[in-house]
C-alpha cells in the first residue's frame, strides 16, 4: 500500500518583514530566501519523512527540475510529475512577520495546467487501497476525485485555499477530510464566531459526511480526531514559532503518514502534533518538515 500525494509543486519566495504589508506601503524586507514549497510538495516530503512509500504527482515548468530532485532526496518517487515546456512552475511570494506569522500570495502557473490524460496515467499506477492525498492548489480535482473513488483508493482532502471549487467537488467520497475551523466553516456555510463550539462543529462535519474521518486543526489549540466510534482532542507542544508555512502539511503528512504505518490514531494524531511543533521552529516550508526519528526522539 501506498500514498499518492496529487498537488501542487511551488517556488516560494520567503520575505522576512517586521509586518505585513499594507495597502499602498512600500516596505523594505529584512531577507530574502528561496525554498522549494507548494501545499502538495510538502505534504509529499512530510509523508515520506513519516516513513511510508510515497508518490508525487503534478506538473512543474522547466525552471522547477530543482524541486524533483528535493522530493527525491526526501524519499518521494517522482515518476508521476510532469515537465512542462511552455509554462512556468507555480510560485508563493510569502512574507514571514516578526512573530512567525505568514500571508500568501500564490501563481499557479503549471499546478493549473493537469490535464485529464495526466490523470488517467497516474491512476494506472495505483491499486484498490492505496490512499490519495489532496489539496486545492491543482486543476481537475473533480476528475480526480471521481477517478480515484472508481478505482477504489482512501481519498484524503485538505481543502486549502477553500474556494467554491472544494464545494462542487463530490465530497462525499472523500474519507478523511483534514482542515482548520475556518475552511470547516466554509464547507458547511456558516460563519465562525469567537468562542465557537470546536466538537459542535466537528459533529456538524460529521452530520454532513457521516462517512468520514474528520481532522480539524486549531493551531495552538491542537486538533480534534472524529470518526463514527470516537472523539478526541490532540493537544499542541508550545514551542517558540518562527515560521508557520508548513506546519498545517506537516500534521497532515505525519497523520496520514501513521495511519498507513498501522499506528492507533491516538498515536497518529500525537506525532502530527509534534511533528508540526518541530516544523514551526524552523524557516521555510519543506525544509522544516522533522525526519521521523527526530519526532520520535525529542521532548518537549
Not at 31 to 48: D, M, P, R, T
Not at 73 to 79: H, P, W, Y
Request: with cysteine; charged share 25%; glycine share 10%.
Amino acid at each position: 500500500m501506498k500514498v499518492i500525494c496529487f498537488g501542487s509543486l511551488n517556488i516560494d519566495y520567503t520575505y522576512k518583514v517586521d509586518h505585513f504589508v499594507q495597502k499602498g506601503e512600500t516596505l523594505s524586507s529584512d531577507s530574502l530566501q528561496v525554498f522549494s514549497g507548494g501545499k502538495g510538495l510538502n505534504q509529499s516530503i512530510a509523508l515520506a519523512k513519516a516513513g511510508v512509500e510515497t508518490w508525487h504527482a503534478g506538473s512543474i515548468g522547466e525552471d522547477g527540475r530543482f524541486l524533483l530532485k528535493q522530493m527525491e532526496d526526501a524519499g518521494v518517487n517522482t515518476d508521476c510529475v510532469t515537465i512542462l515546456t511552455d509554462t512556468r512552475t507555480g510560485n508563493a511570494i510569502i512574507q514571514n512577520d516578526k512573530e512567525g506569522d505568514n500571508c500568501i500570495l500564490l501563481y499557479g502557473g503549471a499546478n493549473q495546467a493537469i490535464t485529464r490524460e495526466q490523470v488517467d496515467e497516474v491512476m494506472g499506477r495505483c491499486e484498490k487501497g492505496d490512499f490519495l492525498v489532496l489539496q486545492n492548489e491543482i486543476n481537475e480535482l473533480t476528475y480526480i476525485v471521481e477517478q480515484a473513488h472508481e478505482k477504489g483508493l482512501k481519498i484524503v482532502l485538505n481543502p486549502s485555499p477553500m474556494n467554491e471549487k472544494i464545494r462542487r467537488l463530490p465530497l462525499a467520497y472523500v474519507d478523511y477530510f483534514m482542515l482548520n475551523e475556518i475552511e470547516a466553516g466554509q464547507i458547511l456555510n456558516r460563519e465562525i464566531q469567537e468562542g465557537f463550539d470546536k466538537e459542535e462543529l466537528g459533529r456538524a462535519l460529521m452530520e454532513c459526511f457521516p462517512n468520514a474521518v474528520i481532522v480539524l486543526t486549531l493551531g495552538k489549540e491542537g486538533a480534534i480526531y472524529m470518526d463514527q466510534n470516537e472523539t478526541f482532542t490532540q493537544s499542541s507542544y508550545k514551542v517558540k514559532a518562527v515560521d508557520t508555512t508548513a506546519a498545517g502539511d506537516t500534521f497532515t503528512g505525519y497523520f496520514i503518514g501513521g495511519i498507513l504505518r498501522g499506528l492507533p490514531v491516538r498515536e497518529a494524531m500525537d506525532m502530527a502534533s509534534r511533528a508540526s511543533a518541530i516544523a514551526v521552529t524552523r524557516l521555510g516550508a519543506s525544509p522544516s518538515i522533522p525526519v521521523l526519528k527526530e519526532v520520535e526522539e525529542i521532548s518537549f
